[in-house]
């Protein structure tokens, strides 16, 4: 039996707006164990962004507990949270948030930048390492205006991969992107879960996404609605194969 | 995040902006030079006035037959009549503090010589005016107590006169001149000692023995001023205070009244036209002092706008474990660049302006460490002052906002 990496019980987030509460999440509660591949779906207005700003323990919930690899992350204060995010988490965002101007090697390193036990020998080395992972060696000193958006992406997951995170949160990843580079992203996802026994939560509001995955999470509503594993879980490799080939992206 | 990241992260962040961060940098750049060249300008000339006025005797001691204090009718200075040679002879008699004296008996008037003549003013002096004002003798010899108690129409000229009245090359000394109608012969030329401060030509004069000029000339017996010095120039208040009472005892003031005269030591002239070119130099330094606080206003503006710029940049930052003093960190140092930068150009700018000042206008210049000291001080301190409020909102944004943020 794997350990839970997180567990969430009876998770409350009420925001006020006009003078009105708002309950963005209503009660929930779900544990993830280490190496899932859970995509969280809804449509929406379900709390899917505030349940990712929580877990990625960037927002607190107003109630309830949310415990990440041990820590109840209410106990935090503002910079313990940062000091959180840096070792626990790796962040994919929809839009990349690559630094502009700055080579993909210097990105990958930005979250060692922030962990001062960390050399700048070592930093290079293990962004080296990371950018190999996602098959982007030979692109260390290109910069994100001389990348195309899959290989953006790579980067960024390069980027959250390297501070060793026990979760990778992703956030609509595939969002910005077709389906062939949709399907090498996941594919990548894929790899990372199954070789590297990567916990990965995965933010999507598009079903075709959710089959890639090992557990599906469905909000509505501020409130779980649907947690089933998956039972015919997608390679992505091979339904990359069997897109029709186009004369897009060769690499 | 390490110091040393933080500087090479701020300097790549500046580099992608040069234009910008050069412009920014501009209004501290200017406000530095000119601080550097305005104190350098004030120090300069207030060196040079002290310079030349303790070129004039520091020990001087001069004593007015007018009283300046405010309030009733002023009476012009020349024809208030009150001192004399008694006031002299008492001062030689009494004073402790005072190495010598010499009255002084001015007259206005035309000197001739042959064809040419000058328009210039006789000044009627004692033989120890040589010592008191600083005069040497070029050629010829000073006049001695003989040719005072003679009145012998004997005198000196400066450079200034000698050029006017004397073909190039001619020798004055043994010549006989003119003052008005009164012939003089010339005994000696004084050493050209230049303008004073006050753009006055000291050279242009026609010195003789008091006496010849009061009986020959003014035909008075009241003096223009009396000239004396102190035996040293930390005497001299002390002097000051003697000659007033020894002066007020031959004019027979009873207590609580007023002087009918003024004594008045080089010190004092130096410390007020001191306290007056200090005040120009703090007016200088004020406006030039206002262009920095607007080079930081500058840096302030552009802060906020590279904040806003980057908004994005910093909700990344805080996600993958930026904290807020490391956010704060990078804008402040980001400022302070900026500031230094330009305070370094600002300074290699305002010596070099000194330099030109000092080189095409002849304007003395002074430039002290402590003016560039300060200037470079205060141009930290500006890119702190005014990088901290930028820097600090960008260290309180919401991460999830700043993400979020188009």
Partial sequence: ?251 | MKLVNLIRLSFRALQRNKLRAFLTMLGIIIGVASVIAMMSIGKGSQRSIESSLSNMGSNLITIFPYNNTPGGARIQGSSVQSLTLDDVQALQRDATHLSAVSPTSQAGGQVIKGALNWPTSIQGVAPEITDIKKLTIKDGTMFGEDEVRASAKVCLLGQTVVNNIFEPGEDPVGQIIRFNKIPFQVIGVLNPKGQNTFGQDQDDIVIAPYTTVMNRITATRYLQNIVASATSEAESDAAAQEVAEIIRRTHRLRRGQDNDFTVRTQAELISTLNSTSGLLTTLLTVIAGISLLIGGIGIMNIMYVSVTERTKEIGLRMSIGARGIDILMQFLIEAVIISVTGGIIGVVLGIVASVIIANTLHWPILLSEFSIIISFAVCVVTGMFFGYYPAQKASRLDPIEALRYE
């Fill in chain 1, 1 to 251: 039996m794997s350990k839970n990496i997180l567990e969430l019980h009876d998770l409350k987030r009420d925001f006020m707006m006009g003078g009105e509460t708002v309950h963005a999440l209503n009660g929930v509660s779900f544990n993830v164990e280490e190496g899932e591949f859970v995509t969280i779906m809804g449509s929406s207005g379900s709390g899917k962004t505030t349940m990712l700003n929580i877990l990625g323990c960037l927002d607190k919930p107003s109630a309830g507990s949310y415990i990440l690899d041990g820590t109840d992350i209410k106990q935090l204060d503002r910079d313990q949270l940062a000091r959180f995010r840096n070792h626990k988490i790796g962040f994919v965002f929809q839009s990349y948030n690559l630094l502009p101007r700055t080579t993909a090697l210097e990105n990958v390193e930005l979250p060692l930048l922030y962990n001062p036990a960390v050399s700048s020998k070592e930093r290079k080395e293990r962004a080296m390492e990371a950018l190999k992972a996602v098959k982007l060696e030979g692109r260390y000193n290109h910069k994100p205006n001389e990348l195309s958006g899959g290989q953006q992406q790579r980067v960024a997951i390069a980027r959250a991969l390297i501070n060793e995170p026990v979760m990778i949160l992703a956030d609509e990843a595939t969002g910005n992107l077709d389906t062939r580079t949709s399907y090498e992203i996941m594919s990548l996802m894929q790899g990372l879960n199954h070789e590297k026994k990567k916990t990965i939560i995965f933010v999507t509001h598009e079903p075709d996404i959710a089959l890639f995955s090992s557990r599906t999470i469905t909000l509505r509503d501020g409130k779980l609605v649907k947690d089933e594993k998956n039972g015919q879980i997608k390679d992505a490799a091979a339904a990359l194969a069997a897109l029709p080939p186009t004369e897009g992206e060769t690499k």
